[in-house]
């Protein structure tokens, strides 16, 4: 399996808008559905949103819902988060985390079976 992430747009400014991404390849099942999830220094790691594995439906964190966007296409195996008018207290590593199978909605407490490296946003104030 290659799991891999990536951020686009660089370092931003609270308002800004970042994009992240990841790719997946060689999965063992047709269907997955994935969670991002956070770790901020100092602090827990927590669920920011999860997709379908269809894409079909989504789901958001309470702290998120309204400025990030998740979705996917699954023709070229990639899922997105967008990022929107980003908060200081965004700052975080986000990582990409998928589960095999048919599932939807909050998947935050669901163990997941994969889980890429992570990757660093930060948002200054």
């Known amino acids: 399996l290659m799991f891999s992430c990536r951020r686009w747009g660089g370092l931003v400014q609270a308002g800004g808008s970042l994009r992240l991404s990841c790719v997946v390849s060689g999965f063992t099942s047709d269907y997955y559905a994935v969670t991002w999830f956070r770790h901020a220094p100092g602090t827990e790691r927590e669920g920011v949103s999860s997709?379908?594995?269809?894409?079909?439906?989504?789901f958001y964190a309470d702290s998120v819902k309204g400025r990030f966007t998740m979705s996917r296409d699954i023709a070229k195996n990639t899922v997105y988060l967008q990022m929107d008018n980003l908060k200081p207290e965004d700052t975080a590593v986000y990582y990409c985390a998928a589960k095999a199978g048919y599932y939807s909605g909050n998947l935050f407490d669901l163990r997941h079976d994969y889980w890429g490296k992570g990757t660093l946003v930060t948002v200054s104030s």
């Open positions: 997709i379908s594995s269809t894409g079909g439906s989504t």
